[in-house]
């Protein structure tokens, strides 16, 4: 059983920076991908970005060149950096991880992240 544990969400200013971090029980080398997704209230859930293995990364076109994701293998921890945050950015943020491609995947139990504007 692998197990996420998300942490560095909180309240900030429209404009601000948080990083989030994701701390996995397995190796996060091992997996296929890692991914963060959010949930803002109200709306259904939504990918944000993706690291595969190789180190290729993915983003949603509203957090493009705003967030980056990043992959401690010797922590295994996944981050997520987030600058020049929007209202629209706040959400609960979940991170994600698949075994191996079209795995059902673990979840962590989510951190708040809320932007004021």
């Known amino acids: 059983q692998v197990q996420l544990v998300e942490s560095g969400g909180g309240m900030v200013q429209t404009g601000g920076s948080l990083r989030l971090s994701c701390v996995c029980s397995?190796?996060?080398?091992?997996?296929?991908?890692a991914n963060w997704y959010r949930q803002a209230p109200g709306k259904q859930r939504e990918w944000v970005s993706s690291i595969l293995r190789s180190g290729r990364a993915n983003y949603l076109d509203s957090v493009k060149g705003r967030f980056t994701i990043s992959r401690n293998n010797a922590e295994n921890t996944v981050y997520l950096e987030m600058n020049s945050l929007k209202p629209e950015d706040t959400a609960v943020y979940y991170c994600?991880?698949?075994?191996?491609?079209?795995?059902?995947?673990?979840w962590g139990q989510g951190t708040q992240v809320t932007v004021s504007s």
């Open positions: 397995a190796s996060i080398y091992s997996m296929y991908v």
């Open positions: 994600n991880v698949e075994r191996f491609n079209g795995d059902a995947g673990y």
